[in-house]
Protein backbone atom coordinates (compact mmCIF):
# COMPACT_ATOMS: atom_id res chain seq x y z
CA UNK A 1 0.00 0.00 0.00
CA UNK A 2 1.22 3.44 -0.99
CA UNK A 3 1.36 6.23 1.25
CA UNK A 4 -1.30 7.98 -1.23
CA UNK A 5 -3.82 4.95 -0.72
CA UNK A 6 -2.97 4.61 3.20
CA UNK A 7 -4.22 8.36 3.74
CA UNK A 8 -6.96 7.81 1.63
CA UNK A 9 -8.11 4.99 3.86
CA UNK A 10 -7.03 7.16 6.77
CA UNK A 11 -9.38 9.77 5.76
CA UNK A 12 -11.97 7.62 5.27
CA UNK A 13 -12.30 6.08 9.03
CA UNK A 14 -11.76 10.18 9.78
CA UNK A 15 -15.41 10.54 7.88
CA UNK A 16 -16.97 7.38 9.80
CA UNK A 17 -15.84 8.23 13.11
CA UNK A 18 -17.07 11.54 12.76
CA UNK A 19 -20.45 11.20 10.55
CA UNK A 20 -22.65 11.05 13.98
CA UNK A 21 -21.03 14.37 15.74
CA UNK A 22 -21.44 18.06 14.72
CA UNK A 23 -19.14 20.00 13.07
CA UNK A 24 -19.05 23.85 14.38
CA UNK A 25 -17.10 25.47 11.75
CA UNK A 26 -19.15 27.03 9.29
CA UNK A 27 -18.08 29.12 6.14
CA UNK A 28 -18.82 32.66 6.70
CA UNK A 29 -19.14 32.55 10.19
CA UNK A 30 -16.65 30.72 12.05
CA UNK A 31 -13.84 33.42 12.74
CA UNK A 32 -9.92 32.79 12.37
CA UNK A 33 -6.67 34.56 13.56
CA UNK A 34 -3.60 34.16 13.47
CA UNK A 35 0.19 35.16 13.83
CA UNK A 36 1.78 37.15 10.77
CA UNK A 37 1.37 36.01 7.27
CA UNK A 38 3.32 35.40 4.68
CA UNK A 39 3.51 38.81 1.82
CA UNK A 40 4.09 37.08 -1.24
CA UNK A 41 3.22 40.13 -3.05
CA UNK A 42 1.15 38.79 -5.41
CA UNK A 43 -3.08 39.04 -5.51
CA UNK A 44 -3.53 35.54 -3.18
CA UNK A 45 -3.26 36.92 0.41
CA UNK A 46 -2.60 33.99 2.79
CA UNK A 47 -5.03 35.07 5.53
CA UNK A 48 -6.08 32.93 8.36
CA UNK A 49 -10.14 32.99 7.33
CA UNK A 50 -8.70 31.05 4.19
CA UNK A 51 -8.60 27.78 7.06
CA UNK A 52 -12.83 28.34 7.52
CA UNK A 53 -14.01 29.13 4.10
CA UNK A 54 -15.59 25.80 3.58
CA UNK A 55 -12.57 25.29 0.26
CA UNK A 56 -10.55 21.68 0.95
CA UNK A 57 -8.21 22.32 -2.18
CA UNK A 58 -4.46 21.78 -0.07
CA UNK A 59 -3.17 23.95 -2.98
CA UNK A 60 -1.05 26.75 -0.77
CA UNK A 61 -3.13 29.44 -2.74
CA UNK A 62 -6.15 28.41 -0.47
CA UNK A 63 -4.34 28.45 2.18
CA UNK A 64 -2.95 30.19 5.22
CA UNK A 65 0.85 30.58 5.13
CA UNK A 66 2.32 32.29 8.27
CA UNK A 67 5.03 34.72 7.46
CA UNK A 68 8.23 33.17 6.85
CA UNK A 69 10.86 34.89 8.66
CA UNK A 70 10.95 37.44 11.67
CA UNK A 71 8.74 35.52 14.06
CA UNK A 72 9.46 32.91 16.91
CA UNK A 73 6.43 31.36 16.52
CA UNK A 74 3.37 30.36 14.56
CA UNK A 75 -0.32 30.07 15.41
CA UNK A 76 -3.72 30.27 14.17
CA UNK A 77 -6.59 30.12 16.45
CA UNK A 78 -10.36 29.46 15.13
CA UNK A 79 -13.32 31.07 17.42
CA UNK A 80 -16.19 28.63 17.54
CA UNK A 81 -18.49 31.75 18.89
CA UNK A 82 -19.74 29.22 21.99
CA UNK A 83 -18.40 26.92 24.55
CA UNK A 84 -18.77 23.52 22.76
CA UNK A 85 -18.19 19.64 23.54
CA UNK A 86 -15.54 18.85 21.02
CA UNK A 87 -14.97 15.72 20.35
CA UNK A 88 -11.51 15.88 17.48
CA UNK A 89 -10.37 18.29 15.17
CA UNK A 90 -9.90 17.70 11.62
CA UNK A 91 -7.77 20.04 9.18
CA UNK A 92 -6.42 19.78 5.62
CA UNK A 93 -2.91 20.63 5.24
CA UNK A 94 -0.73 22.02 1.62
CA UNK A 95 0.42 18.95 -0.12
CA UNK A 96 1.60 20.71 -3.50
CA UNK A 97 5.43 20.42 -3.03
CA UNK A 98 5.51 16.97 -4.48
CA UNK A 99 5.53 14.50 -2.02
CA UNK A 100 3.69 14.25 1.60
CA UNK A 101 6.75 14.37 3.34
CA UNK A 102 8.30 17.73 1.85
CA UNK A 103 4.37 19.08 1.72
CA UNK A 104 4.40 18.61 5.90
CA UNK A 105 7.84 18.85 6.36
CA UNK A 106 7.23 22.24 8.17
CA UNK A 107 4.19 20.87 9.98
CA UNK A 108 6.45 18.27 12.75
CA UNK A 109 6.41 19.44 15.93
CA UNK A 110 3.15 21.18 16.58
CA UNK A 111 0.35 21.15 19.05
CA UNK A 112 -3.41 21.48 18.98
CA UNK A 113 -4.46 23.42 21.77
CA UNK A 114 -7.86 25.06 23.23
CA UNK A 115 -8.84 27.84 25.68
CA UNK A 116 -11.90 29.77 26.66
CA UNK A 117 -10.85 32.90 26.17
CA UNK A 118 -8.73 34.49 23.44
CA UNK A 119 -6.11 36.78 25.27
CA UNK A 120 -4.20 34.51 26.73
CA UNK A 121 -0.42 33.32 25.89
CA UNK A 122 -0.43 30.46 23.11
CA UNK A 123 2.43 28.39 25.35
CA UNK A 124 -0.35 28.71 28.49
CA UNK A 125 -3.27 26.81 26.55
CA UNK A 126 -4.39 23.70 27.41
CA UNK A 127 -3.06 21.03 24.95
CA UNK A 128 -4.80 18.32 23.33
CA UNK A 129 -1.71 16.75 21.25
CA UNK A 130 1.74 17.46 20.46
CA UNK A 131 3.08 15.85 17.43
CA UNK A 132 6.62 13.74 18.78
CA UNK A 133 8.15 14.33 14.95
CA UNK A 134 8.77 10.87 14.87
CA UNK A 135 7.18 10.28 11.22
CA UNK A 136 6.03 11.65 8.25
CA UNK A 137 2.57 13.59 9.40
CA UNK A 138 -0.03 12.93 5.78
CA UNK A 139 -1.23 15.87 4.73
CA UNK A 140 -5.09 15.28 6.25
CA UNK A 141 -4.59 14.98 9.60
CA UNK A 142 -7.61 14.21 12.46
CA UNK A 143 -6.55 14.27 16.51
CA UNK A 144 -9.11 13.65 19.46
CA UNK A 145 -9.38 16.65 21.32
CA UNK A 146 -11.82 16.00 24.09
CA UNK A 147 -12.58 19.48 25.55
CA UNK A 148 -15.22 21.77 26.49
CA UNK A 149 -14.24 24.84 25.00
CA UNK A 150 -14.74 27.76 22.78
CA UNK A 151 -10.93 28.33 20.83
CA UNK A 152 -8.91 25.96 19.25
CA UNK A 153 -5.30 26.77 18.45
CA UNK A 154 -2.81 25.31 16.08
CA UNK A 155 0.79 26.25 17.22
CA UNK A 156 4.34 25.38 16.04
CA UNK A 157 7.84 26.67 17.68
CA UNK A 158 10.21 24.30 15.14
CA UNK A 159 11.27 25.85 12.11
CA UNK A 160 11.32 22.33 9.81
CA UNK A 161 13.47 23.32 6.78
CA UNK A 162 13.07 27.63 6.74
CA UNK A 163 14.51 29.99 9.05
CA UNK A 164 11.08 30.27 11.03
CA UNK A 165 8.33 28.44 12.22
CA UNK A 166 5.40 28.24 9.65
CA UNK A 167 1.90 26.88 9.28
CA UNK A 168 0.34 26.22 6.15
CA UNK A 169 -3.24 25.17 6.90
CA UNK A 170 -5.68 25.17 4.29
CA UNK A 171 -9.07 24.04 5.71
CA UNK A 172 -10.41 23.38 8.96
CA UNK A 173 -13.43 21.03 10.91
CA UNK A 174 -14.11 20.84 14.70
CA UNK A 175 -16.38 18.01 15.97
CA UNK A 176 -18.01 17.57 18.98
CA UNK A 177 -22.24 18.61 20.37
CA UNK A 178 -23.92 20.81 21.80
CA UNK A 179 -22.66 21.34 25.79
CA UNK A 180 -24.69 19.03 28.33
CA UNK A 181 -24.84 16.41 25.48
CA UNK A 182 -22.92 13.17 24.46
CA UNK A 183 -22.38 10.28 22.73
CA UNK A 184 -22.26 9.13 19.01
CA UNK A 185 -25.48 10.87 17.77
CA UNK A 186 -25.26 13.62 20.82
CA UNK A 187 -28.36 12.60 22.17
CA UNK A 188 -27.87 11.76 25.62
CA UNK A 189 -27.81 14.67 28.35
CA UNK A 190 -25.09 15.48 30.86
CA UNK A 191 -27.98 15.86 33.37
CA UNK A 192 -26.31 12.85 35.76
CA UNK A 193 -23.41 15.56 36.42
CA UNK A 194 -23.31 18.00 38.83
CA UNK A 195 -22.13 20.62 35.92
CA UNK A 196 -24.49 19.25 33.32
CA UNK A 197 -23.03 21.56 31.12
CA UNK A 198 -20.29 19.04 30.01
CA UNK A 199 -19.72 15.86 30.74
CA UNK A 200 -17.26 13.37 28.43
CA UNK A 201 -18.39 13.32 25.31
CA UNK A 202 -18.01 9.53 23.90
CA UNK A 203 -18.42 8.09 27.56
CA UNK A 204 -20.93 10.74 29.70
CA UNK A 205 -18.34 10.89 32.39
CA UNK A 206 -18.37 13.85 34.99
CA UNK A 207 -15.95 16.39 35.28
CA UNK A 208 -14.44 16.68 38.53
CA UNK A 209 -17.35 18.12 40.49
CA UNK A 210 -19.38 14.66 40.12
CA UNK A 211 -22.70 13.44 40.03
CA UNK A 212 -25.77 15.04 40.49
CA UNK A 213 -27.35 13.28 42.86
CA UNK A 214 -24.65 12.01 45.71
CA UNK A 215 -24.91 8.59 46.35
CA UNK A 216 -23.77 7.34 42.40
CA UNK A 217 -20.45 7.31 41.58
CA UNK A 218 -18.14 9.00 39.79
CA UNK A 219 -16.98 9.69 37.00
CA UNK A 220 -20.16 8.03 34.92
CA UNK A 221 -22.52 8.18 37.98
CA UNK A 222 -24.71 5.35 36.74
CA UNK A 223 -24.24 3.16 40.15
CA UNK A 224 -24.12 3.95 43.39
CA UNK A 225 -21.61 5.66 45.39
CA UNK A 226 -19.70 2.65 47.84
CA UNK A 227 -22.07 2.73 50.69
CA UNK A 228 -25.09 3.92 48.99
CA UNK A 229 -28.47 2.31 47.32
CA UNK A 230 -31.81 2.71 46.60
CA UNK A 231 -33.16 3.86 43.74
CA UNK A 232 -31.56 7.28 43.57
CA UNK A 233 -28.49 5.69 45.64
CA UNK A 234 -29.84 8.13 48.60
CA UNK A 235 -29.62 5.69 51.06
CA UNK A 236 -26.61 4.76 52.60
CA UNK A 237 -25.37 0.84 53.47
CA UNK A 238 -24.71 -0.20 56.87
CA UNK A 239 -21.35 1.16 57.96
CA UNK A 240 -20.62 -2.22 58.93
CA UNK A 241 -21.14 -4.06 55.60
CA UNK A 242 -17.54 -5.22 54.82
CA UNK A 243 -16.32 -3.28 51.69
CA UNK A 244 -19.26 -0.84 52.51
CA UNK A 245 -20.56 -2.15 49.81
CA UNK A 246 -24.55 -3.12 49.48
CA UNK A 247 -27.11 -4.38 46.90
CA UNK A 248 -28.10 -1.24 45.33
CA UNK A 249 -31.95 -2.42 45.68
CA UNK A 250 -32.06 -4.17 49.16
CA UNK A 251 -29.06 -2.59 50.83
CA UNK A 252 -27.93 -6.31 51.52
CA UNK A 253 -24.61 -6.35 52.14
CA UNK A 254 -23.01 -8.37 49.81
CA UNK A 255 -19.81 -9.31 51.63
CA UNK A 256 -20.74 -9.93 54.81
CA UNK A 257 -20.51 -7.87 58.57
CA UNK A 258 -17.73 -6.37 59.52
CA UNK A 259 -16.60 -7.75 63.05
CA UNK A 260 -19.31 -6.99 65.70
CA UNK A 261 -22.39 -7.51 63.23
CA UNK A 262 -24.99 -9.57 61.98
CA UNK A 263 -28.33 -10.38 59.87
CA UNK A 264 -27.88 -9.40 56.38
CA UNK A 265 -28.20 -5.58 56.73
CA UNK A 266 -25.34 -5.08 59.60
CA UNK A 267 -27.74 -3.36 61.67
CA UNK A 268 -27.39 -5.23 64.78
CA UNK A 269 -24.58 -6.09 67.03
CA UNK A 270 -23.39 -9.28 68.45
CA UNK A 271 -25.53 -10.70 71.20
CA UNK A 272 -24.67 -10.58 74.78
CA UNK A 273 -21.85 -12.54 75.84
CA UNK A 274 -20.25 -12.78 71.86
CA UNK A 275 -17.70 -10.33 69.19
CA UNK A 276 -16.07 -10.99 66.54
CA UNK A 277 -16.47 -11.76 62.79
CA UNK A 278 -20.28 -13.20 62.43
CA UNK A 279 -20.27 -12.67 66.37
CA UNK A 280 -19.05 -16.41 67.00
CA UNK A 281 -16.76 -15.55 69.83
CA UNK A 282 -17.17 -15.62 73.67
CA UNK A 283 -16.85 -12.79 75.49
CA UNK A 284 -14.48 -13.29 78.66
CA UNK A 285 -15.57 -13.10 82.08
CA UNK A 286 -16.23 -9.01 82.07
CA UNK A 287 -17.10 -7.18 85.46
CA UNK A 288 -20.67 -7.69 86.70
CA UNK A 289 -21.31 -10.10 83.74
CA UNK A 290 -21.42 -7.11 81.07
CA UNK A 291 -20.69 -7.75 77.59
CA UNK A 292 -17.84 -7.12 75.79
CA UNK A 293 -16.96 -4.66 73.01
CA UNK A 294 -18.98 -6.68 69.88
CA UNK A 295 -15.81 -5.88 67.81
CA UNK A 296 -13.12 -6.80 69.77
CA UNK A 297 -13.96 -8.86 72.71
CA UNK A 298 -12.64 -6.19 75.05
CA UNK A 299 -14.00 -5.31 78.33
CA UNK A 300 -14.51 -1.72 78.83
CA UNK A 301 -15.01 -1.99 82.48
CA UNK A 302 -12.18 -4.54 83.25
CA UNK A 303 -12.49 -8.23 84.51
CA UNK A 304 -14.58 -9.87 87.16
CA UNK A 305 -12.21 -11.50 90.39
CA UNK A 306 -9.66 -14.00 89.23
CA UNK A 307 -9.10 -13.18 85.54
CA UNK A 308 -6.82 -10.30 83.72
CA UNK A 309 -6.53 -8.96 80.04
CA UNK A 310 -7.94 -7.43 77.74
CA UNK A 311 -10.33 -10.19 76.74
CA UNK A 312 -10.44 -11.44 80.29
CA UNK A 313 -9.95 -14.79 79.35
CA UNK A 314 -6.17 -14.87 81.36
CA UNK A 315 -6.61 -16.38 84.64
CA UNK A 316 -4.75 -14.40 87.57
CA UNK A 317 -0.65 -15.59 88.39
CA UNK A 318 0.36 -16.79 91.24
CA UNK A 319 -0.29 -14.61 94.69
CA UNK A 320 -2.47 -12.37 92.63
CA UNK A 321 -6.52 -12.08 92.97
CA UNK A 322 -9.53 -9.81 92.56
CA UNK A 323 -10.55 -7.83 89.91
CA UNK A 324 -8.30 -7.71 86.72
CA UNK A 325 -5.62 -9.37 89.18
CA UNK A 326 -5.03 -6.65 90.78
CA UNK A 327 -4.59 -7.17 94.57
CA UNK A 328 -1.57 -9.68 95.85
CA UNK A 329 -2.25 -12.34 98.34
CA UNK A 330 -0.48 -11.46 101.86
CA UNK A 331 2.20 -14.53 101.38
CA UNK A 332 1.49 -15.78 104.33
CA UNK A 333 -0.78 -18.62 103.43
CA UNK A 334 0.43 -22.06 105.08
CA UNK A 335 3.39 -23.63 102.90
CA UNK A 336 3.68 -20.34 101.36
CA UNK A 337 0.80 -21.11 98.86
CA UNK A 338 -1.17 -19.03 96.47
CA UNK A 339 -4.26 -17.68 97.30
CA UNK A 340 -7.69 -18.26 95.87
CA UNK A 341 -7.51 -15.87 92.89
CA UNK A 342 -10.78 -14.75 94.00
CA UNK A 343 -11.29 -13.28 96.85
CA UNK A 344 -7.62 -13.94 97.81
CA UNK A 345 -8.49 -16.49 101.21
CA UNK A 346 -6.04 -18.89 102.23
CA UNK A 347 -7.15 -22.57 102.76
CA UNK A 348 -4.95 -22.35 105.80
CA UNK A 349 -2.92 -19.53 107.34
CA UNK A 350 1.06 -19.92 108.22
CA UNK A 351 2.14 -20.41 111.69
CA UNK A 352 1.60 -16.18 113.25
CA UNK A 353 -1.25 -15.40 110.87
CA UNK A 354 -5.16 -15.29 111.17
CA UNK A 355 -8.02 -14.39 109.49
CA UNK A 356 -9.42 -15.23 105.62
CA UNK A 357 -6.48 -14.26 104.14
CA UNK A 358 -3.72 -14.75 106.78
CA UNK A 359 -3.03 -10.69 106.17
CA UNK A 360 -3.62 -9.80 110.24
CA UNK A 361 -0.65 -11.29 112.72
CA UNK A 362 -1.70 -12.80 116.00
CA UNK A 363 -3.37 -10.35 118.75
CA UNK A 364 -1.24 -9.63 121.28
CA UNK A 365 -0.78 -12.42 122.97
CA UNK A 366 -1.03 -15.13 121.46
CA UNK A 367 1.32 -17.23 118.36
CA UNK A 368 1.32 -19.99 116.40
CA UNK A 369 -0.68 -21.73 113.84
CA UNK A 370 -4.41 -20.35 113.92
CA UNK A 371 -2.96 -18.16 117.00
CA UNK A 372 -4.09 -21.01 119.32
CA UNK A 373 -1.35 -20.70 121.87
CA UNK A 374 -0.72 -17.79 124.36
CA UNK A 375 2.79 -16.33 125.18
CA UNK A 376 4.94 -17.11 127.86
CA UNK A 377 5.82 -14.10 130.67
CA UNK A 378 8.29 -12.66 128.82
CA UNK A 379 9.88 -9.83 130.89
CA UNK A 380 9.15 -5.58 130.36
CA UNK A 381 5.62 -7.07 129.20
CA UNK A 382 6.57 -7.40 125.96
CA UNK A 383 4.64 -9.69 123.95
CA UNK A 384 5.80 -12.96 122.10
CA UNK A 385 6.96 -13.18 118.82
CA UNK A 386 3.45 -13.94 116.98
CA UNK A 387 5.12 -16.98 114.95
CA UNK A 388 7.05 -19.00 117.08
CA UNK A 389 6.29 -17.40 120.77
CA UNK A 390 9.98 -16.23 121.94
CA UNK A 391 10.16 -13.75 124.12
CA UNK A 392 12.79 -11.37 122.35
CA UNK A 393 14.07 -9.90 126.23
CA UNK A 394 14.10 -13.01 128.41
CA UNK A 395 11.96 -14.44 130.57
CA UNK A 396 10.04 -12.77 133.81
CA UNK A 397 11.48 -13.42 136.96
CA UNK A 398 10.39 -16.92 138.52
CA UNK A 399 10.46 -18.17 135.17
CA UNK A 400 13.05 -20.77 133.53
CA UNK A 401 14.99 -19.01 130.69
CA UNK A 402 13.52 -21.22 127.53
CA UNK A 403 12.45 -19.30 124.64
CA UNK A 404 8.51 -19.45 125.37
CA UNK A 405 8.93 -18.43 129.16
CA UNK A 406 6.22 -21.31 129.92
CA UNK A 407 8.22 -23.11 132.68
CA UNK A 408 8.34 -21.61 136.54
CA UNK A 409 11.28 -21.71 138.06
CA UNK A 410 12.11 -24.98 140.53
CA UNK A 411 11.23 -25.13 144.25
CA UNK A 412 13.40 -23.53 146.13
CA UNK A 413 14.52 -21.00 143.86
CA UNK A 414 13.70 -17.84 142.38
CA UNK A 415 14.16 -14.44 140.29
CA UNK A 416 15.56 -13.63 137.21
CA UNK A 417 16.55 -16.49 135.30
CA UNK A 418 15.78 -18.52 138.43
CA UNK A 419 19.47 -17.82 139.66
CA UNK A 420 18.76 -17.07 143.13
CA UNK A 421 18.10 -19.99 146.00
CA UNK A 422 14.59 -19.18 148.35
CA UNK A 423 15.76 -18.86 152.45
CA UNK A 424 14.97 -22.43 153.13
CA UNK A 425 12.96 -20.86 156.75
CA UNK A 426 9.50 -20.20 154.80
CA UNK A 427 6.63 -22.06 156.51
CA UNK A 428 6.90 -26.20 156.91
CA UNK A 429 6.12 -27.04 153.34
CA UNK A 430 6.07 -24.16 151.92
CA UNK A 431 8.54 -22.87 149.07
CA UNK A 432 9.56 -19.05 148.86
CA UNK A 433 7.76 -17.19 145.93
CA UNK A 434 8.97 -17.56 142.48
CA UNK A 435 9.12 -14.12 141.53
CA UNK A 436 10.50 -12.44 144.28
CA UNK A 437 11.72 -14.90 146.67
CA UNK A 438 8.96 -13.44 149.24
CA UNK A 439 7.47 -16.76 151.97
CA UNK A 440 4.20 -16.01 152.54
CA UNK A 441 5.18 -17.26 155.92
CA UNK A 442 8.01 -17.51 157.66
CA UNK A 443 9.20 -20.71 160.15
CA UNK A 444 9.51 -19.99 163.72
CA UNK A 445 12.47 -17.83 164.90
CA UNK A 446 12.42 -16.71 161.32
CA UNK A 447 11.30 -12.87 159.87
CA UNK A 448 10.92 -10.46 157.15
CA UNK A 449 9.74 -10.81 153.53
CA UNK A 450 12.14 -13.20 153.02
CA UNK A 451 12.57 -15.67 156.31
CA UNK A 452 16.32 -14.81 156.33
CA UNK A 453 16.61 -12.82 159.36
CA UNK A 454 16.68 -14.22 163.30
CA UNK A 455 13.35 -13.39 165.17
CA UNK A 456 14.52 -11.14 168.10
CA UNK A 457 12.90 -11.35 172.02
CA UNK A 458 12.82 -8.65 174.36
CA UNK A 459 16.23 -9.89 176.87
CA UNK A 460 14.40 -10.77 179.94
CA UNK A 461 11.58 -12.59 178.44
CA UNK A 462 14.01 -14.53 176.43
CA UNK A 463 16.32 -15.24 179.57
CA UNK A 464 13.42 -16.11 181.76
CA UNK A 465 12.12 -18.12 179.06
CA UNK A 466 15.48 -20.03 178.49
CA UNK A 467 15.73 -20.99 182.21
CA UNK A 468 12.63 -22.06 182.68
CA UNK A 469 13.10 -24.86 180.00
CA UNK A 470 17.02 -25.26 181.08
CA UNK A 471 16.65 -26.00 184.81
CA UNK A 472 13.54 -28.29 183.84
CA UNK A 473 13.12 -31.93 184.62
CA UNK A 474 14.59 -32.48 180.78
CA UNK A 475 17.84 -30.72 181.45
CA UNK A 476 20.86 -33.03 182.10
CA UNK A 477 22.02 -30.20 184.60
CA UNK A 478 18.92 -30.36 186.83
CA UNK A 479 19.08 -34.52 187.04
CA UNK A 480 22.57 -34.51 188.17
CA UNK A 481 24.33 -31.29 188.96
CA UNK A 482 22.79 -29.12 190.74
CA UNK A 483 21.13 -30.56 194.50
CA UNK A 484 21.36 -28.03 196.76
CA UNK A 485 19.66 -25.13 195.25
CA UNK A 486 15.82 -25.34 196.35
CA UNK A 487 14.70 -22.08 194.07
CA UNK A 488 17.55 -22.26 191.64
CA UNK A 489 15.32 -19.77 189.13
CA UNK A 490 14.78 -17.06 191.97
CA UNK A 491 18.42 -16.57 192.70
CA UNK A 492 19.88 -17.46 188.91
CA UNK A 493 17.66 -14.59 187.77
CA UNK A 494 18.19 -12.21 190.89
CA UNK A 495 21.86 -12.73 190.28
CA UNK A 496 22.58 -12.88 186.49
CA UNK A 497 20.12 -10.45 185.47
CA UNK A 498 21.93 -7.12 185.82
CA UNK A 499 24.30 -8.43 183.71
CA UNK A 500 22.84 -10.12 181.48
CA UNK A 501 21.22 -6.06 180.81
CA UNK A 502 24.98 -5.27 180.76
CA UNK A 503 25.65 -7.69 177.50
CA UNK A 504 22.88 -8.47 176.16
CA UNK A 505 23.63 -8.59 172.52
CA UNK A 506 26.45 -10.77 173.77
CA UNK A 507 24.09 -13.59 174.97
CA UNK A 508 22.07 -13.88 172.39
CA UNK A 509 24.41 -16.47 170.67
CA UNK A 510 26.17 -17.29 174.06
CA UNK A 511 23.28 -18.83 175.55
CA UNK A 512 22.42 -21.60 172.35
CA UNK A 513 26.07 -22.43 172.06
CA UNK A 514 25.53 -23.51 175.97
CA UNK A 515 22.30 -25.21 175.21
CA UNK A 516 23.88 -26.97 172.75
CA UNK A 517 26.70 -28.03 174.24
CA UNK A 518 25.54 -29.04 177.59
CA UNK A 519 22.19 -30.87 176.27
CA UNK A 520 21.86 -30.66 172.51
CA UNK A 521 18.86 -33.06 173.00
CA UNK A 522 16.85 -30.81 175.05
CA UNK A 523 17.76 -27.96 172.47
CA UNK A 524 15.94 -29.88 169.74
CA UNK A 525 13.24 -30.96 171.50
CA UNK A 526 12.47 -26.98 172.85
CA UNK A 527 12.99 -25.47 169.59
CA UNK A 528 14.80 -22.73 170.84
CA UNK A 529 18.09 -22.46 168.99
CA UNK A 530 16.13 -20.25 166.35
CA UNK A 531 15.38 -17.65 169.85
CA UNK A 532 19.54 -17.43 171.33
CA UNK A 533 22.46 -16.90 170.54
CA UNK A 534 25.78 -18.44 171.52
CA UNK A 535 26.68 -15.88 173.59
CA UNK A 536 23.93 -16.06 175.65
CA UNK A 537 24.23 -19.71 176.94
CA UNK A 538 28.13 -19.01 177.84
CA UNK A 539 27.81 -16.44 179.62
CA UNK A 540 24.96 -18.71 181.58
CA UNK A 541 27.42 -21.29 182.25
CA UNK A 542 30.34 -19.19 183.59
CA UNK A 543 27.62 -17.54 186.06
CA UNK A 544 26.00 -20.66 186.82
CA UNK A 545 29.31 -22.36 187.80
CA UNK A 546 30.24 -19.02 189.67
CA UNK A 547 27.26 -19.42 192.02
CA UNK A 548 28.22 -22.79 192.77
CA UNK A 549 25.41 -24.89 191.07
CA UNK A 550 28.41 -27.07 190.80
CA UNK A 551 28.43 -28.28 194.30
CA UNK A 552 26.62 -31.23 194.07
CA UNK A 553 27.15 -32.71 190.70
CA UNK A 554 27.82 -36.59 190.79
Known amino acids: MDDNTYFHVLLLLNIIAVSSYLQFVVPGVTQADSSPVHNSGGVYPYL ?8 FSQNIRACLHTAVSGVTEAWLRIDLHNMRSIKSVKFWYRNDRGNVAHSTVRLRGYSIRVSNVSNVATNATDVCFTDDKSHTLPTVIQEDCKRTTRYVWFYQLHKGDSIAPILEICEVQVF ?52 SYGSNCSLNCSSYCQNKTCDRSSGVCLFGCKPGYQKSN ?8 YYGKNCTNACGNCLNN ?4 NVNGTCIDGCSEGLKGDLCTTECGSYEYGRNCQNRCSYHCYNNETCDPFFGNCSRCASGYQNAKCDQKCNSGTYGENCTYRCGECLNAVTCDHVDGT ?20 NGTFGINC ?61 GC ?14 LYPEIEKYQHKMENTALDFIADTNPQGFEDIGINDIFSDDLGQLLDRKAKSVHFADDKK
Not at 266 to 273: F, S, T, V
Not at 483 to 492: A, C, E, G, I, K
Open 48 to 55: ANRTVDGN
Open 391 to 410: CSEGCKPGWQTTDTCHKPCR
Open 176 to 227: GCETGSYGDDCSRKCDHCKNSDTCDIDTGECDENGCSLLGFWPPICNECRLG
Open 290 to 293: RTCN
Open 419 to 479: AYNCSGNCEINNTCDRRNGTCSKCSPGWQNQFCNKRFAIPLKARFNFYVNNWLTSESPIYH
Open 482 to 495: ITTVQNPMSDLSNN
Open 266 to 273: CLLPCKHG
